[in-house]
């Protein structure tokens, strides 16, 4: 959160059309995983940081589209054959 304003500053002539944001292994760890007091975040800050983003992506003038995206955990990718 700490480089929000400084990636995506609110007085930027130019704007992200895009923005995505990825949740990543941070937001997956368990809350009782020995990982979760090293690289977790909890339930609440997980939601008070997505709303953080969004709030700041929205005062963007103009505001960009958003993609969110999640890893696709325990999926498998098959190609297709055609």
Request: some cysteine; proline content about 11%; hydrophobic content about 45%.
């Amino acid at each position: 959160m700490a480089l929000l304003d400084a990636v995506f500053p609110l007085d930027d002539p130019s704007p992200p059309v895009l923005v995505t944001v990825c949740f990543g292994a941070n937001d997956a760890v368990n809350e009782n995983s020995s990982a979760m007091e090293s690289q977790g975040v909890s339930i609440d800050n997980f939601e008070m940081n997505l709303k953080t983003i969004a709030g700041h992506l929205s005062k963007l003038s103009p505001p960009p589209a958003w993609a969110y995206a999640r890893p696709l955990f325990g999926a498998t990718y098959v190609p297709s054959a055609g």
